[in-house]
């Protein structure tokens, strides 16, 4: 069993060490948090329990081949043989026995890393509201009053509790490091919780396709310290736009996070990235409960679609 | 190699009295019992979609159950359906005696009627639902409802005119031992759209009321 | 939307439908690979005709394939319709990896061709080669290991096809006209539907595969019914092939798995044409439905593939082994266990869509426990391989790397079908790995390794071994460039369907993956050298007499290629391996008694009917030409119903000329050298065995 993790542990270090991982850490192989840490952990747990099964395919395979060749007519040969009780026991019984073992630990890894599930902890958690928008994502921190677009920053050892929906088709949100993805649909929430161990820098992305902008939908999810990120809320409440109704509209058209930053002319944060001093109260809430309220909403109002128009998102209840 | 009177197929045999055609009809009546497999998976899931779309979000501000069933109306069908059951089964005994095919032709004549006869009340069903605004695009809810039943209309239109063809070929044809296995899966398929009928009558109007 | 105000006589269709009409507006890279696919799809299908009529092979086309209801012709149409599409899905493949190797930052293609074309890949791959090539191939070969004459319901069985190459056709259509859907071979809603894609794309894919589906439930009943119906006296269900028993659980498969995607199909069309709400965003639509109906058929799906190609090495293993497959009854409880499982697992696809702990839980245990019975199966492969005599011919190759290969496809799903794990490589390379790992070394290896063993049978001649052999190796060398970078690069957090990607780090992997897709090409290239050789030289490899591997099941006990009838009298079976036993016990090649007129069903246009009418009525639907849609249902059911007033559906052949043949082969099968294994690949193999049995050991 060592041996095994240590051979594989080599080969995901092959993985790990390749140059970029220098700057932004992209891989739960690399994680940041305790959660990406307990999955790279399980996922060579399980690579060392299979290899009880596989290693002798492996080895018997070309052995069985090359001694029981047809020109080996030393070998010997039972052309009638097709029974045996024990290796009957066998087969059967070491796979059982190996899924018995891994289904126990899956039944306490998946009950522990429960995306639903909050993270215990002394530090009060940071609550974030994502919304997905055709190529870009919108954070709003509910409890600062401030949103941003593709850039996530959160303090470290705090608990970070995301609600997720989004205001188009169907995506996936995904930080690597940090923790495993979860969809966001149009008119339903879900929830991930994480917590981030170590400062840095993080990929964070949407794995789910959604149209030709889709590889531009990547964030950089940034942990800061406690006093860093104060700094930062502050810079962000600074900001020069406030995210209103209309600039909502604008941001929603199908566009990268550099499209509409340009749409918006914004010039606060960095390159792709927009910050808003202010959210109006209930942003989340309203773009969650939209296609619920039982009217139809016409493609031209429904972010996203060939008809979009943001005018028309503007007057909801034309 | 089988006994006289064991029976080569589920559902009902022609016997051995009817020789090659009772041979025959083992094989494709089998097989349209799995196809029938197939169908009411279909149906089924088609059910569970239902199901999923008929509560509140569904219904999406909608009509609801309450203000669409027209449960006289339904009740209507059913009983035409159920009766159009029996008379062909008659139909199908009148071929196993092997009574004379006017018989058999007037039995399926009058299953078609009633057949249509419920046709005509889910049309005037969806008519009235139609006319009230329940219309499929209007939610979730009433796209499932407009599915499940019209999906059995569909089948039972395709059953009417498979009952057209089938009195063309006993005049045409007379009762060849291929027509007969026709008769026989056609009864299946009428029988099986009973029980179907029943599982919409419960769940999508007695179910929706409750 | 441009089509929606204009009434014209054609629907939605006009000059701006023609992708060669809009390279020409507007020229670039991609916009020429797209022009240049329809200008290879255009002449490829001329370039055909033209053959066809230079070869004057019209006539014989249609009597002896296109009206032909015989089980074995219709095997193998499936199978020449697979390999077709086959070379388009391979050639799509391969741009995408050359698009992704030069993608860092960019490519050569447009983001919207790219989706194209993994939609139409992944599309063509499962619906129209996967499934084609194990439907062809067991049409072929199951109603001869079971001793029958033919299928159950040899037109319908016609009908299938049609109805299959209809959705191919269509899906060749889409390159001239209008455009695939960019939704992936899944097509997710509300992405497909109507206000997010109003084009003719997603119409495209809804309607090859609702016809394609229907072909294939119906192949399904048959195939059922074909083996619990018409097995050759004395062959219970316990006496048959392996073969056949993994076909009859992947046609139960069929027919319960297929029924989700269709409704799935039909439900998006509703929402698409007539406004129905079940997956829209608004008024009460659920797109989760979509996604639980696609998955409750497309992990059986999966299985329907692989469940066969495990038969075929279940026969090609004890074959070229010299031996009895071991564990005979733990194989089939095994593939029942597999085919059962299948349909309690679909929910992994989806973990992360926020249901609850407890829900992952039970379906990712479920999907682990599928590992138990397929790795029982590798198991008894090896044992079987245990003290035999092993010829290393071309499908044996396949084999092998099939056990090392689809070992780690097992290894890396046991990973996925842990929900901790998928939540982090779902909708990555990795999954992009997984499923390729377990469908080119388990699925199309198997369809090779059948391909390379019954050919013969069909033909009769053999494949060139050396050709072949190149074949295979690339095959399994090109795997593994491909597809294990992919596992890497998934970990690292590239997710599938990326057109273009930033990280430096992805690069080596890349060009790896690239070199192994050009890899996979020569393999390709390969196979086409080997069919072009064996063909010029068929002569030397001719092997009429029907047995050139010594084979164990009643299909090698009859000629090659077999008489339309198959079997001058229906065989009695003894025992499993039939043949083997009856070589041995030289119950083989015994003259018969007597002979008896064969009734055997007529040709029928009805197959060519429903090709044409329905990929018109394809067409009409995608392109909302609703006239055209109304003729061609209406041609199609006028003719089907009018056939069933025609009861003279069969002809017989009389009893003299079967007993001429049989007797003419008989002669010849007595007068031929007997063969040992070790001559096995040579010309002197002209399909009869010598009989090789252990030292010490004598009949
Ligand atoms: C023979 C060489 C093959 C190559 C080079 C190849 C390559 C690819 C590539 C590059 C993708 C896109 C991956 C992405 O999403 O980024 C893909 C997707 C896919 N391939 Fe293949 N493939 C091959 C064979 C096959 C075979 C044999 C099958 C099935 C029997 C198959 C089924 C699929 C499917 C289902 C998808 C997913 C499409 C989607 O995203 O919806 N491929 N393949
Ligand atoms: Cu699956």
Redesign the pocket.
């Known amino acids: 069993m060592m041996q095994i993790r240590c051979l594989f542990s080599t080969l995901t270090l092959f993985v790990v060490l390749s140059p970029a991982f220098a700057q932004t850490r992209d891989s739960f192989l690399q994680p940041a948090g305790p959660i990406a840490d307990a999955q790279r952990t399980e996922l060579l747990q399980i690579l060392g329990w299979t290899m009880i099964a596989i290693i002798p395919v492996f080895l018997l395979v070309p052995l069985i081949l090359w001694h029981y060749r047809y020109r080996n007519t030393s070998a010997r040969y039972t052309p009638e043989w097709d029974r045996s009780r024990m290796l009957e026991v066998l087969m059967w019984g070491v796979p059982v026995i190996i899924v018995c073992i891994l289904s126990a630990q899956l039944v306490r890894t998946t009950h522990d890393l429960d995306p639903y599930r909050p993270i215990a902890s002394d530090t009060p958690e940071l609550r974030v509201q994502v919304i997905g928008l055709d190529w870009k994502w919108l954070f709003i921190y509910p409890d600062h009053n401030i949103a941003t677009v593709n850039a996530l920053t959160i303090p470290v050892d705090t608990p970070v509790a995301f609600e997720l929906t989004t205001d188009t088709v169907m995506q996936s949100f995904l930080i690597s490091s940090l923790a495993g993805q979860i969809y966001t649909m149009p008119g339903m929430q879900t929830q991930l919780h994480v917590i981030a161990t170590e400062t840095g820098t993080f990929q964070g992305e949407n794995t789910q ?1 959604n149209g030709i902008g889709f590889t531009d939908q990547k964030f950089d999810t940034t942990v800061l310290s406690n006093s860093d990120f104060s700094a930062w809320l502050a810079q962000v409440q600074a900001a020069d736009l406030s995210l209103t109704e209309e600039r909502y509209a604008t941001l929603a058209a199908p566009s990268t996070g550099a499209q509409a930053k340009a749409a918006l002319a914004s010039t606060s944060g960095p390159d792709g990235v927009v910050y808003f001093a202010s959210v109006p109260d209930g942003m989340f809430e309203s773009v969650l409960h939209r296609y619920m309220h039982g009217n139809e909403i016409p493609a031209s109002a429904q972010p996203g679609t060939a008809a979009y128009q943001p005018n028309a998102l503007e007057e909801p209840d034309q | 190699m089988t006994q006289p009177n064991a029976k080569l197929h589920p559902g009902l045999n022609l016997g051995h009295h009817h020789g090659e055609a009772h041979n025959q009809a083992e094989t494709v009546v089998f097989g349209f019992w799995v196809f029938l497999m197939s169908d009411l998976i279909l149906f089924g899931l088609t059910f569970a979609s239902y199901i999923t779309l008929a509560n509140n979000m569904g219904m999406a501000s909608g009509p609801t159950p309450a203000d669409i069933i027209d449960l006289v109306n339904v009740f209507a069908q059913t009983v035409l359906l159920l009766v159009s059951s029996l008379t062909f089964g008659v139909a199908s005994l009148t071929m196993r005696h092997k009574m004379p095919a006017k018989v058999t032709i007037a039995w399926l004549g009058l299953s078609l009627v009633l057949g249509l006869a419920f046709l005509g009340l889910a049309a005037l069903d969806f008519l009235n639902m139609a006319n009230q605004g329940a219309v499929p695009s209007r939610s979730g809810y009433l796209s499932g409802l407009w599915s499940l039943v019209g999906l059995h209309a569909v089948h039972v239109t395709a059953g009417c005119f498979w009952i057209m063809i089938m009195i063309a070929q006993i005049a045409v044809l007379g009762l060849h031992p291929i027509v007969k296995s026709r008769v026989l899966r056609l009864g299946l398929f009428w029988h099986f759209l009973d029980i179907v009928w029943i599982g919409i009558f419960s769940i999508v109007y007695l179910g929706g009321l409750l | 939307m441009s089509g929606e105000a204009q009434t014209s006589w054609l629907g939605r269709l006009n000059i701006d439908s023609l992708s060669i009409w809009r390279a020409i507006e507007n020229p670039s890279v991609s916009e020429f690979v797209g022009a240049g696919a329809a200008l290879v799809a255009i002449f490829g299908g001329i370039g055909a005709l033209v053959l066809i009529t230079w070869l004057r092979a019209w006539g014989t086309l249609w009597r002896d394939w296109l009206t032909s209801t015989d089980h074995k012709k219709i095997g193998v149409m499936y199978c020449v319709l697979a390999l077709v599409m ?1 070379l388009r ?2 050639i ?3 741009v ?2 050359t698009q ?1 190797a030069f993608g860092m930052g960019g490519g050569f293609l447009a983001p919207e061709h790219f989706s194209e ?3 139409t ?3 063509i ?2 619906f129209f ?2 499934m084609p090539f194990i439907i062809g191939i067991t049409n072929y070969v199951m109603p001869l290991q079971l001793g029958a004459r033919d299928m159950s319901f040899p037109v319908l069985n016609q009908i299938s096809l049609a109805l299959t190459a209809t959705g191919a056709a269509l899906v060749m259509i889409s390159l001239v006209l209008g455009e695939f859907a960019t ?4 097509n997710y809603p509300p992405y497909t539907g109507k206000d997010f894609q109003p084009g003719p794309g997603p119409d495209y894919w809804i309607w090859a595969i609702v016809l394609s589906g229907l072909g294939t439930t119906l192949t399904g009943i048959n195939f059922a019914v074909t083996l619990y119906k018409e097995r050759a006296p004395g062959m219970t269900l316990f006496r048959m092939p392996i073969f056949c028993w993994t076909v009859l659980c992947a046609s139960i498969v069929m027919i319960f798995a297929l029924p989700p995607l269709t409704l799935a199909a039909l439900m998006l069309a509703a929402d698409r044409y007539l406004d129905f709400h079940f997956f829209t965003n608004d008024l009460g639509g659920n797109m989760m439905n979509y996604v639980n109906l696609f998955w409750l058929f497309g992990h059986p799906e999966v299985y329907l ?1 692989v469940i066969p190609a495990y038969g075929v090495f279940s026969e090609v293993v004890p074959t070229f082994s010299g031996k009895r497959l071991y564990g005979y009854n733990s194989m089939v409880y095994a593939t029942m266990a597999i085919a059962v499982l299948s349909f309690c697992v679909w929910l992994h696809h989806f973990f992360t869509m926020g249901q609850s702990a407890n829900v992952n839980i039970a379906f990712g245990i479920a999907s682990m426990a599928i590992a138990v019975p397929t790795g029982v199966k590798i198991y008894n492969w090896v044992a079987t391989m245990y003290r035999a005599r092993i010829r290393m011919t071309v499908p044996m190759i396949y084999a092998t790397g099939f056990f090392f290969l689809f070992t780690i496809g097992g290894l890396t799903g046991v990973m996925l079908a842990n929900p901790v794990i998928s939540y982090q490589v779902h909708n990555t ?1 990795f999954l ?1 790995a997984h ?2 790992n377990v ?2 070394p388990g ?2 290896f198997g369809i090779f390794a059948g391909y390379h063993f019954w050919f013969p049978k069909v033909f009769g001649f053999r494949l060139e071994e050396r050709w072949g052999k190149r074949a295979a190796c690339l095959w399994v060398v ?2 593994c460039f ?1 597809f294990l970078p ?1 596992y890497a690069l998934g970990l690292m957090g590239m ?4 057109v273009m990607w930033d990280d430096p780090a992805f690069q080596p992997f890349m060009w790896l993956a690239l070199v ?2 050009l890899t ?1 090409l020569s393999a ?1 290239t390969a196979l086409g050298i080997q069919l072009w050789v064996s063909v010029r030289n068929r002569a030397a490899t001719a092997c009429p007499l029907g047995d050139p591997w010594n084979g164990r099941t009643l299909e090698w006990s009859i000629p090659s290629p077999p008489p339309p009838y198959n079997f001058a009298q229906v065989p009695q079976v003894r025992t499993r391996d039939d043949f083997t036993d009856a070589k041995a016990t030289g119950r083989a090649y015994q003259p018969l008694s007597a002979y008896e007129d064969i009734e055997m069903p007529r040709n029928t246009a009805i197959g060519m009917i429903v090709l044409i009418g329905s990929t018109l009525l394809g067409l009409a639907l995608i392109f909302w030409i609703w006239w055209l849609a109304i003729v061609s249902v209406g041609v199609m059911l006028t003719a089907l119903i009018g056939r069933t007033f025609w009861l003279n559906t069969t002809y017989t052949i009389p009893a003299e000329e079967i007993a001429r043949d049989h007797q003419a082969w008989l002669a010849e099968v007595h007068a031929a050298q007997r063969i040992t294994r070790a001559e096995e690949t040579q010309a002197a193999n002209r399909g009869r065995a010598a009989l090789e049995l252990p030292q010490g050991v004598s009949v």
């Open positions: 396709f | 086959l899905g391979v799509e493949g391969v995408m990896r992704q074309l993994f939609s890949h992944g599309t791959m499962i080669v996967a939704g992936g071979w899944t593939l390379l992009v499923f390729h469908l080119i699925v199309l090109g795997f491909t992919l997710p599938r369907r990326s192994g897709a996979i390709v």
